[in-house]
């Protein structure tokens, strides 16, 4: 049980690192994809 409690936390905690690590790169696709032919 307390494994269990334990890999939830870090599941939690990996989630939230990752989310806040993307949201900080600011680059979407849409800048990455778009050129003067392509518009997204």
């Known amino acids: 049980m307390k494994a269990m ?3 939830f936390a ?3 905690l990996i989630a939230f690192g990752a ?3 993307l ?3 600011d ?3 849409a800048h990455r994809y778009a050129s003067s032919s ?3």
Do not use: Q
Request: net charge positive; charged share 15%.
């Open 38 to 40: 392509v518009r997204l």
């Open 27 to 29: 680059d979407s696709s």
């Open 19 to 21: 989310s806040v690590a």
């Open 10 to 12: 870090a599941a939690a």
């Open 23 to 25: 949201k900080s790169m």
């Open 5 to 7: 409690v334990l890999g």
